[in-house]
Each structure stands twice: as C-alpha cells, then as structure tokens.
C-alpha cells in the first residue's frame, strides 16, 4: 500500500497562505511542498504547473469571496442593513480572507488577467451593496456613492496610519458604517 497523497486542496490552501505572505512571487512548487512536509511529485498528480495551481488558487478566492459570503448573507438573513454590514465582515475583516484579498489587489497590479478577475469579483460585491443600499436610498447616484465609500472604508483602511485624535479606529468605522447604511 503506497502513501497517502496530499489533498489537492491542501495544496490550494497553502498556495492561497504564500500569497497572503508574500504574494505571487511567493508561491513555489518546492517551498510548498517543503511547508506541506511532503516531496513536490504529488504536485504534478494535481496541477500540470505552477499557473495551473495560481488558477486553481484564484478559483477558491473567487468561490469564498462572492459565492460563500452571498450564500452566507441570504442564509442568515436579516435586513438589508445587516446584510451589507455582515458581507464587508466576512470579507474584509478576519485572518483568512481579508491576507489573500489584499495580496491579489496587489498582485492584479501587475498582472491583467489576474486584474480582470479582482474586476469581476468586485462588481459582483458591488452589486451586492448597490442591491442593499439601494432598499433605503432611492436615488441611483447616491446609491452609487454610498457603494463606492463603503468598498474605499473596507479596503482602505488597513492601509491607512492616520490616528482619529484619540478615537479608537474600530468607534471611526462603526461611525462610517452608520452614515454610509444611514442609520
């Protein structure tokens, strides 16, 4: 009886953890398997190469960012409000997916099929919102906007240093979520 391969999957994962590391450049066949504790011939069972894994890899980035967090929306429900507050937190807080969302906006930066995927991914998310805003705000513009700052709060303010002048930032983006959901 042979060993026990190594789950694609596994793979997947650990090529999604690099790229949250240290992006694509990152994520190599032989540091992978040397993280996985296994040798990089089960691999090539999976992938044909190292694009093949990059591709399988931004298919689960894809899957969790839009299809996962929409199904999960719908599942536990609630007004539109909370709807759109809970899609930006699973999104865009947490350990998993917010390392990998960065790195691939990073990453589209020099890449433009990698750009056109961010694209595609982000308008869905931006329909979501404009679905949502769209219950409580009736003007298209203003939905528009409300979108736009919503997505630039979400995404921005990991990278932003500026202090609040004494205010904790997590009391600065409760407050933005208010005006933004007007509540």
């Known amino acids: 009886m042979g060993a026990a391969r190594t789950p694609r999957e596994r793979w997947v994962e650990e090529g999604l953890r690099a790229l949250a590391d240290g992006g694509p450049d990152a994520v190599r066949v032989e540091v992978l398997a040397k993280r996985l504790g296994v040798t990089k011939g089960g691999f090539y069972g999976y992938f044909a190469d190292r694009g093949a894994l990059l591709e399988a890899m931004l298919d689960t980035w894809e899957r969790e960012s839009t299809d996962e967090v929409i199904d999960r929306v719908e599942r536990e429900g609630g007004d539109p409000r909370t709807k759109a ?6 999104t865009f807080s947490g350990e998993r997916l917010l390392p990998i969302d960065l790195a691939v906006r990073d990453w589209a930066r020099r890449d433009a099929a990698v750009a056109e995927r961010l694209r595609r991914v ?13 219950t409580f705000c009736a003007d298209p513009d203003e939905v528009e906007a409300r979108g736009l700052i919503a997505f630039c709060v979400a995404i921005g303010h990991h990278s932003l240093a500026a202090d609040h002048q004494g ?14 959901l007007d509540r």
């Not at 507050?85 to 699973?90: D, E, K, S």
């Not at 009391?171 to 979520?177: T, Y």
């Open 85 to 90: 507050q809970r899609a930006g937190m699973l």
């Open 122 to 134: 982000d308008n869905r998310r931006m329909a979501l919102l404009r679905e949502m805003i769209g």
């Open 167 to 180: 205010r904790p930032r997590a009391d600065v983006l409760a407050r933005a979520a208010d005006l933004i």
